[in-house]
């Protein structure tokens, strides 16, 4: 349980940090991953807002397939 805690910290921070360099692209993923798991703890407690969890996942997703593709 508190490794989730952990890594949800750790993805804004982290995103507030690329952030600040002008990684936004970066920043954003990180953020939609922190969100999605932020939101997959409250859907516990309410089932219906689990689909937003996916959506955050997939901005984590559509900014890691743009880096790799930018690095290519």
């Known amino acids: 349980m508190f490794s989730r805690y952990l890594v949800i910290t750790l ?3 982290v995103a507030l940090f690329r ?4 990684a936004w692209v970066e920043a954003i ?3 939609g991953l922190g969100s999605g798991l932020v ?3 409250v859907a516990e407690r309410r089932p219906a807002i ?8 997939a901005v ?7 880096v790799l ?4």
């Open 50 to 57: 689990k689909r937003l969890a996916y959506l955050g996942f």
């Open 29 to 31: 993923g990180l953020f």
């Open 19 to 22: 952030a600040s360099q002008g």
């Open 11 to 13: 993805a804004f921070g």
């Open 39 to 41: 939101i997959l703890k």
């Open 69 to 72: 593709r930018r690095r290519l």
């Open 60 to 66: 984590t997703a559509i900014s890691v397939v743009t």
